[in-house]
């Protein structure tokens, strides 16, 4: 799927009117079948702009151009079937405690199913095969029928990738996957994620607050700071210098290094206290 945003502002719908807008005139444009990765500090604005994408928040501001089209000018039946064409999987998946993983990851077969087949699905799943197989790619085969409420926070999160792999859709939005990720999973689902696009040949947009795993396994990379885009580059042109500039008032998201505490008020003069 092609996308485009052309000068797109956005800003929560419960946002006051006086709070600068959480995008601001972002013009940004992905090829068919294109692998992005989005970074920045936190409160950049990039699950923002990957909700814009999703057709999950209108735009303020410009437009937002999917294959040519603009969701919000389509009729409610069209609007759906477009995005019935994209999977969003969010940072913390929205899996029901009692259901089985087979089911969770089932779900993304949802929006080409009519009623009857998808309540069918959920009592009695079929596709166990393709289940299985989508587990297996972020190594969690043996759990195809554990209750979601047996799962680590890092095996949810995985669960909810493995959708990616049955979705077959479009458009692939995948936000900060690996945030419960320790580092060898997360590098197998980068590879995973990457992979699964490229086999469907589905655009793939990703935020990421991992930025070595952004430059290692996607060609292009967008940093976001303050609702801005700061850079677009391919990742071979993305220098230690533009990551320090980009993260320079949150370098301890950039390096994994906390800041020092302040050490000002060490001199102040010790107040004695008396208890009676």
């Known amino acids: 799927m092609q ?3 052309q000068a797109c502002s956005a800003q929560h719908p419960s946002a006051q009117a006086t709070v600068a807008p959480a995008l601001k005139a972002i013009d940004l444009a992905l090829a068919q079948g294109e692998q992005m990765a989005i970074i920045g500090p936190s409160g950049a604005g990039k699950t923002t702009l990957l909700h814009l994408m999703a057709c999950a928040l209108k735009p303020t501001r410009g437009q937002l151009l999917l294959d040519g089209r603009d969701p919000w000018a389509l009729r409610t039946a069209d609007l759906q079937r477009l995005r019935g064409q994209l999977c969003l999987a969010p940072q913390v998946p929205p899996l029901p405690a009692r259901q089985r993983v087979i089911t969770a990851v089932l779900a993304g077969l949802l929006p080409g ?16 095969d393709l289940a299985e197989t989508a587990l297996a790619r972020f190594d969690l085969a043996d759990k195809l029928f554990e209750r979601v409420d047996r799962l680590s926070g890092g095996e949810r999160q995985r669960v909810g990738l493995a959708r ?14 690996l945030s419960a990720l320790d580092p060898e999973r997360a590098r197998q689902a980068c590879a995973s994620i990457t992979a699964v696009a490229r086999e469907q040949q589905a655009t793939l947009v990703a935020t990421l607050h991992h930025v070595d795993m952004a430059l290692q396994h996607f060609p292009r990379i967008v940093g976001l700071r303050d609702g801005e885009v700061v850079f677009d580059l391919p990742t ?3 220098t ?7 993260y320079a008032r949150h370098l301890d998201e950039l390096t994994g ?6 050490l000002s008020l060490a001199s102040t003069p010790a107040v004695t206290l008396t208890c009676r």
Not at 168 to 177: G, S
């Open 257 to 262: 290094v906390p800041p020092l505490p302040d």
């Open 113 to 128: 199913m009519g009623l009857w087949q998808s309540l069918g699905n959920l009592l009695y799943p079929r596709h166990i």
């Open 236 to 238: 071979v042109e993305v």
């Open 3 to 5: 996308i485009a945003l």
């Open 240 to 246: 230690p210098e533009r990551l320090t500039d980009l």
């Open 164 to 177: 990616l792999a049955v979705a077959h859709a479009r458009l692939l939005l995948v936000d900060e996957p």
